[in-house]
């Protein structure tokens, strides 16, 4: 079996594939992205920490002068906020077999916080990840990849700047098949995610998921390319 | 300057002080194959890309971590940092139905090798659509045993199964990729 595997690695370790044009554009402005992400969330950081400490200081103060009562500083809302991003949004249909409660994990954090809009992400609890019948689109997956490339229109404004990128969405099919709560996981800039969310919210009803002979609401996500040529 | 000639050790040096000239030349360097490392794991071209970029931005975000022990560590380290980045991403998209975790079990059989020599007169391309055409947790599982020298304890830590499952996985992987290269074989003989 060794000689076999070592074929294949031989051949694949150090293979090379011949990058999209552009490449390095886009990755470098991915990474200033990225940078500027990391600075915003810094400075973020810095001030979730710095003002709740003056805040306890002036606290400390104005106690001692023994004067009027004073909020809690506006800050801790906030880290509240942040804080709803760890705990579970999903949990598992009790009807299946496999016990596991999905979370939003890292990558998804990291990307929902560079996107600002970590409000929008407040989904029912009984939402499944995992049920016998997993909902599908009319026509099934090639279906829905016709459907998508059918219906998505690139952007003039987009086109123009060219701007290109993924945008990842994901969304609740319900009980009667309709998308709800889209969210999206990923952007690629307003201009795109508005397309990309015009496109999923006029999608035709899904076939829904089932458990155990229940219907249900079910957690599922696509991702939209949009590349220019 | 003479960045082509750059050694692992300079190159590394210098990108851990941010040197946006070395960076440059990291991602040339680099770029083609992890490209086709993150293919290899995924199996799509648009994912494989942003899975390369993403690693690439790690490393240069964390190459301060890496220790250089000889020429060729600096590739080693990379090539590793990124199967995790793509394993990672494989778990997310597994949870996130992007694509389904098929661990369907079929009968553990392996025809005896019967030429493998023959083997060798397959292009690497075809080698590669045939290692992306498994499942994905039998891609994810040979890929990291046959090809990036992952040993199952590793494997099965990173994948949440037992290390007798990551063998076994292996074993059914292997058995489908005997298929398609009899399967090849067969067919360009003719």
Request: glycine residues 4%; hydrophobic residues 40%.
């Amino acid at each position: 079996m060794k000689q076999f595997d070592e074929k294949f690695r031989e051949r694949l370790e150090g293979y090379e594939m011949k990058l999209p044009p552009m490449d390095q554009q886009a990755f470098w402005d991915r990474k200033a992205n990225r940078d500027r992400a990391a600075r915003r969330r810094h400075s973020f950081l810095s001030v979730a920490v710095g003002l709740p400490a003056a805040a306890a200081i002036l606290l400390v103060l104005i106690m001692s002068i023994n004067l009027l009562s004073i909020q809690r500083p506006a800050v801790y809302d906030e880290s509240e906020q942040l804080a709803q991003l760890t705990t579970p949004i999903v949990t598992i249909a009790s009807g299946s077999e496999i016990m596991e409660i999905a979370r939003i994990d890292d990558f998804q954090e990291e990307d929902l916080m560079e996107s600002d809009d970590y409000g929008s992400l407040e989904v029912a609890e009984d939402v499944f990840m995992l049920v016998e019948t997993m909902p599908e689109f009319p026509g099934g997956t090639p279906a829905l990849t016709d459907y998508l490339k059918k219906e998505t229109t690139y952007p003039e404004q987009a086109r123009e700047d060219s701007i290109q990128g993924r945008v990842l969405l994901s969304f609740v099919v319900e009980k009667d098949g309709s998308i709800s709560n889209p969210v999206v996981v990923k952007s690629s800039g307003d201009i795109l995610d508005a397309e990309a969310l015009r496109v999923l919210s006029e999608m035709p009803k899904w076939n829904p998921g089932m458990d155990n002979g229940i219907l249900c609401r079910v957690q599922y996500a696509i991702p939209i390319n949009f590349r220019l040529n | 300057m003479k960045t082509d000639s750059l050694s692992e050790r300079e190159l590394a040096t210098r990108c851990a002080a941010k040197d946006r000239e070395a960076q440059g030349v990291l991602y040339t360097r680099y770029a083609s194959m992890l490209y086709a490392l993150c293919f290899r794991y995924v199996g799509d071209r648009e994912e494989a890309q942003d899975l390369m970029h993403d690693s690439m931005i790690k490393a240069m975000d964390s190459i301060g971590t890496f220790r250089y022990n000889g020429e060729g560590s600096l590739n080693a380290w990379l090539r590793r940092l990124t199967v995790n980045v793509s394993i990672d991403r494989l778990r997310e998209m597994s949870k996130l139905r992007l694509i389904p975790l098929d661990q369907t079990t079929e009968p553990d059989t392996l025809k005896a090798d019967e030429d493998d020599d023959a083997v060798d007169t397959i292009p690497a391309q075809v080698m590669m659509d045939m290692v992306v055409g498994l499942p994905s947790v039998k891609r994810a599982v040979f890929n990291m045993y046959c090809i990036d020298g992952f040993s199952h304890k590793e494997i099965a830590e990173k994948m949440n199964i037992t290390e007798k499952g990551s063998a076994s996985i292996l074993a059914k992987a292997r058995a489908q990729l005997r298929d398609s290269v009899n399967d090849y074989l067969k067919r360009t003989m003719q």
